[in-house]
Structures are given as structure tokens and as C-alpha cells.
């Protein structure tokens, strides 16, 4: 992924949206993860792999999933696995290749779990507004996904 690397601008809650985001898309397109992000504290968007663009009520249904999950105050921590049981259950395409052999997994809840090396907040309750597609747009198969959260 892609961070901003100004540290005002990075904010643990919207990375946590964010993977929020990536696992709604996937539960109701099975489009996979974002292949691309840029995370800021205003205002962030994801690109996905998809064949069109999305229509009002789809935007409509991902806010409210999002935002349930948001409000459900489910835990996020952290666990470490091998790459070799990683290799089972993650895509592990974007993964550096100096990540060693021991990969750690984000999870939301029950809801989502996925590498990461970012820092997250430790609650989906503290991601503290409500997620909000900004807009979205599509072209030669990407779909672009702007958010924000306030």
C-alpha cells in the first residue's frame, strides 16, 4: 500500500476504514483487496480490479456495511503467522520480499484479516465519524474508490 509519509496526515483510524472498505468490497463483489491506496487523514481512496462503476444503491449498501462495523466496536488487533500458512489463506502478491517468514495479520472483529504492517486503532469505535464515499469513478478496469470519514 501506499501511505502518505507526512505524519500529520496518516491516521490510524482511516487505515482501519480502510481495511473495513477492502473487506466489504470483497464480501459483495469478490473483486479482491484494493491493488492500490493512498491513505490520508482527510480524505483517502482505493482502486480495485472491476468491470464497471458502481451504482447509487451499491455505494448506499458499502456505507451502511462500513459504517455497521464502525459502530459495532469490534476489536482489531494483531496476529503473527508463517508465510507458509499466510500462503493459504492471503493473496501475498503485494508482500515485500524482505518480510521474512513470519506474517502479520490485522484483524477486525470476526469481519476482516489481512497482512498489514500499518498501525491501526484498537477498536472500530475509535475510528470516530462516519465513512463516507466521496466519490467514485471507472476506467480500463479500475475501479476508484475516494472516502473519507467525519
Avoid at 76 to 90: D, G, N, P, S, V
Avoid at 91 to 103: C, D, F, Q, V, Y
Avoid at 111 to 132: L, R
Amino acid at each position: 500500500m501506499e501511505y502518505n509519509e507526512n505524519p500529520k496526515s496518516y491516521d490510524p483510524g482511516m487505515h482501519s476504514a480502510e481495511h473495513i472498505l477492502n473487506g466489504t468490497m470483497d464480501k459483495l463483489f469478490k473483486c479482491g483487496r484494493a491493488f492500490s491506496a493512498h491513505i490520508e487523514k482527510k480524505k483517502s481512496k482505493c482502486d480495485y480490479h472491476f468491470n464497471r462503476n458502481l451504482d447509487t444503491a451499491e455505494i448506499q449498501d458499502i456505507e451502511k456495511r462500513v459504517n455497521s462495523v464502525i459502530t459495532a466496536d469490534m476489536q482489531i488487533y494483531e496476529e503473527f503467522i508463517t508465510k507458509e500458512e499466510a500462503k493459504t489463506k492471503f493473496n501475498l502478491t503485494r508482500l515485500p520480499e524482505e518480510a521474512g517468514e513470519t506474517i502479520r495479520i490485522i484483524k477486525i472483529g470476526d469481519y476482516d484479516a489481512c497482512p498489514c504492517s500499518g498501525p491501526h486503532v484498537h477498536s472500530t469505535k475509535e475510528i470516530n465519524g462516519t465513512f463516507k464515499i466521496v466519490s467514485t469513478s471507472f476506467e480500463n478496469g479500475v475501479l476508484r474508490v475516494r472516502f473519507k470519514v467525519n
